[in-house]
């Protein structure tokens, strides 16, 4: 038995070690960035000798120059507005049709349900011409509504829902109907609050999505006013040099919001993960 326990304890430390060097590993890109921010230009092109703290002092001056140059207040607004609507939208519109396919029975119901499915099969980037047609038609560029049209609805959220539902036990909503209940009462009242985790998990992978989203917001808003911050960032590549500590300063800018929400919303991350099971 006692062998048994050191065998077990052993297990325990060797798979701690692994975890925190991982840990360490994941770490090292943000450090590079946040050290590189630090530097002169020389030391962070700098090959042979190869720096990696700033030998010419720590130029915190990187940040205030980006923060003057580049508007970030406007782009943190512009990003906080796409991230809040996009979770908004998808998951309003993925509850409802999530219990349409999940609990309810009608006409077409499987073949609607299999061109969800290949929605999700397709690449988000054929959609991208026939959106910007209609975003243009409808004279919505280089606005919030614009950079919110594709997230509207979402094929993921959809399936996500539908298969919380399902899962949910039928005696539930039947002991709703005999007490009377309607559709609409028995989705708000009953359903609706027993998907809580599914619905949790859509609203991460929605914020996270819309926050890394740069070829969209790049093509419906050119305008400085109404971009966000991912591509904020990609329209600060030079074409034939690139001052790089003032780049990196702009990166560790720009993954503040998300670390803030991380932060204030970390007990909902992880359970929103856990249940779904998925990976960012």
């Given at each position: 038995m006692e062998g048994a326990e050191r065998r077990a304890r052993q297990r325990k430390i060797i798979?701690?070690?692994?975890?925190?060097?991982?840990?360490?590993?994941?770490?090292?890109?943000?450090?590079?960035?946040?050290?590189?921010?630090l530097k002169?230009?020389?030391?962070?092109?700098?090959?042979?000798?190869?720096?990696?703290?700033?030998?010419?002092?720590?130029?915190?001056?990187?940040f205030g120059t980006v923060w003057k140059?580049?508007?970030?207040?406007?782009?943190?607004?512009?990003?906080?507005?796409?991230?809040?609507f996009r979770v908004v939208c998808a998951c309003l519109t993925a509850t409802m049709a999530g219990y349409a396919f999940g609990?309810?029975?009608?006409?077409?119901?499987?073949f609607l349900f299999t061109l969800v499915l290949i929605q999700m099969m397709i690449p988000a980037q054929i959609f991208i011409i026939p959106q910007y047609l209609m975003v243009s038609k409808m004279k919505m560029l280089n606005t919030t509504f614009g950079l919110v049209f594709p997230g509207l609805v979402t094929a993921f959220g959809t399936y996500l829902l539908k298969t919380g539902y399902e899962g949910l036990p039928?005696?539930?909503?039947?002991?709703?109907?005999?007490?009377?209940?309607?559709?609409?009462?028995?989705?708000l009242k009953i359903m609706m609050p027993l998907t809580r985790s599914s619905m949790i998990s859509l609203g991460i992978f929605t914020a996270v999505f819309a926050f890394k989203d740069l070829m969209w917001p790049m093509i419906v808003c050119t305008n400085a006013q109404t971009t966000t911050l991912s591509a904020g960032l990609?329209?600060?590549?030079?074409?034939?040099?690139s001052e790089y500590p003032t780049m990196m300063a702009a990166?560790?800018?720009?993954?503040?919001?998300?670390i803030i929400i991380y932060v204030i919303f970390q007990k909902q991350f992880v359970e929103g993960i856990a249940t779904s099971g998925g990976k960012l």
């Open positions: 798979m701690h070690i692994i975890l925190v060097i991982m840990s360490f590993i994941m770490l090292v890109p943000f450090a590079w960035m946040i050290l590189t921010a002169t230009k020389g030391e962070a092109i700098s090959v042979n000798p190869f720096y990696i703290l700033p030998h010419a002092g720590w130029h915190w001056e990187n140059s580049y508007n970030f207040v406007v782009l943190y607004k512009n990003t906080l507005l796409l991230i809040f609990r309810l029975k009608f006409p077409g119901k499987k039928k005696d539930l909503e039947e002991a709703a109907m005999i007490d009377g209940c309607n559709v609409g009462q028995r989705f990609a329209k600060m590549q030079g074409q034939y040099g990166a560790t800018l720009a993954v503040l919001p998300m």
